[in-house]
């Protein structure tokens, strides 16, 4: 029954996931053709502030509420009430901030945009509870149905404002919609409804694992967005806006299946906690699947990043495309992070958890700013040098836990890099012989670049590859291989 709701879980997510990212990125392509860099870099600018702000709303409570199985309905109205009223304040804050917010950027603008952005964020607070309660039950159908709804009324607005003249307004109103067609959906198409009550024993229940999670969120968020403060401060907007949406196209590709996995891996990996050896065969299987799909697909947008940038936004963006092969780079290693993080929270090692937070985030914040001192190019090298730091502090405790080194794990990933990267070679040889359309050449090397990578992945019997065709014909995790990847 537990594989067979996993299978139907990874299904819907997956459905989900191509739903939801193929609506954004078309919208995201539609607005970058109506809009400039300059006004993406200026919303941009307030991203630092709006996440810190969903964060705090959320006080970790949401993936306690996942790890732990003993959660009753005064538990989870407390989280709701919770929610909305931290959501309240933290609205408030952030309208009497938005005149200094405004000033430090030199951004008059910023004003009025944070008032919409506040009003973004109390609206998401009342709905967080139903899509907890929906991932913890597995029902990602009707996660997909409010995704997708969402982002189809959300995107028609936002292209139509562009199109009508608003510029920047058409992004904020936008993320508004958004929230608001979500929030509206989870209440009609879910039963959950609160009680009327709040209890202070819930809070330190959830609290116990949630605050280390919302401790390490905390500073992931400020983290991943403190680019944003530096361009857009001692810098341009135009650049913040090259920046931001090179790695937003990165992240497309990337947090497509690790959104999925994320979703997925966290209540499963969370039911097997207490089976040491099922949950490593878990690990290990997801990040060889993770990264079959995700390395080929980042290296290989790096090799064709310049004819998918005047295909998808035009002639005005391409200096983001140096940025955007750089940022590949980072979206390498990015699902085993992932993975490796979910298998912590799983065994309940929040605190663990904050503890490796505060350390790369430490080092990383040292290497943000030297890399800012060289422009966006700068910080886009030193987020690739992060994350190889990153996955390699993660990886020792998995090690610890799980028997599952990150010498075990870069021996499951490297082969499938190794033959990504002669894909990208060969990709980059038929690139330099072309001489067509952007459209028609990103068409014809993508495809030449997926045959490649099928037919070297058969040549050197990757074993990622047989082991997800198992998982697929059989609908069952296949055992271990008794012989490691060439």
Partial sequence: ???????????????????????????????????????????????IFTGIGTVLLDGGFSAALIQR????????????????????????????????????????VLVPLMLV???????????????????KELDFRTIMKVGATANFVSGC?????????????????????????????FWTLHRWRPLF????????KLFGFGGYHFASTMMEIVYSRLYTLLLGRFYSVRELGLYNNADNTKQMSCSFFTSILMRVAFPMFSSAADDKAVLRRGVQVAARGMML????????????????????????????????????????????????????????HSGLMFRLEVTKKSIGLVLLGVGACFGMMGIAWSQVLSSSVSFVINARYSRQLLDYSAADQTRDFLPIVGVATLMAGAVHWLDMRLALQPQLELLVLAG???????????????????????????????????????
């Fill in 293 to 348: 799909l995700n390395v080929p697909m980042m290296i290989g947008m790096a090799a064709v990043a310049r004819p998918l940038v005047l295909t998808l936004f035009g002639a005005n963006w391409l200096p983001m495309v140096p940025v955007l092969r750089v940022l590949c780079l980072v979206g390498v290693l990015w699902p085993l992070q992932v993975i490796n993080l979910q298998a912590l929270m799983a065994q309940g």
């Fill in 197 to 204: 009550v709040f209890n202070r024993g819930s809070v330190r």
């Fill in 448 to 486: 030449f670049g997926a045959c490649v990578f099928a037919l070297l992945g058969w040549l050197f019997r990757l074993a990622s590859m047989d082991e997800m065709v198992a998982l697929l014909r059989d609908h069952r995790i296949p055992p271990p291989h008794t012989s490691k990847e060439p």
């Fill in 157 to 185: 607005v936002a292209i139509w404002m562009a199109f009508a003249g608003y510029g920047v307004w058409a992004l904020a109103i936008q993320a508004i919609a958004m929230t608001a067609v979500s929030t509206g959906l």
């Fill in 69 to 108: 199985q003993d959660v009753d309905r005064v538990d989870e109205s407390t989280v709701f009430w919770f929610n909305a009223g931290i959501g309240a304040v933290v609205a408030l804050v952030l309208c009497a901030l938005a005149p200094a917010i405004a000033a430090f950027y030199h951004q008059p």
């Fill in 1 to 47: 029954m537990l594989k067979r709701r996993a299978i139907n879980a990874v299904l819907w997510s997956t459905a989900d996931g191509f739903l939801r990212q193929g609506l954004q990125f078309a919208v995201a392509v539609a607005l970058a053709r109506l809009l400039g860099p300059s006004e993406f870099g200026t919303i941009a600018l307030l991203a």
């Fill in 117 to 135: 952005m506040a009003l973004n964020v109390f609206l998401s607070a009342l709905g967080a509870i139903h899509a907890t309660l929906l991932a």
